[in-house]
């Protein structure tokens, strides 16, 4: 399972937790039309697939992607 999110908190939360799932994905773009964001969640769920099924936090900025695991020590 996947979790996508704007709410920065929400990945604060999970790494509290101390879980392993769900993978969460939060969204950080300075441009948040559907056409954009579902192009971005395309590309970088594709090139991320094995991360996310193990357990990942995944930020996606503009330019930047970010990967952590999970859970978060």
Known sequence: MVVVTQDIDFSTLLALSGHSSPSLITLRLSVSDPDT?????????????????EGSVVII?????RVRA???D
Not at 38 to 43: I, N, P, Y
Not at 61 to 65: Q, S
């Open 61 to 65: 900025e503009d330019v930047t992607v």
């Open 37 to 53: 964001v579902t192009a971005k969640l395309q590309e970088v769920v594709s090139q991320l697939e094995e991360k996310l099924q």
């Open 70 to 72: 999970l859970p978060i």
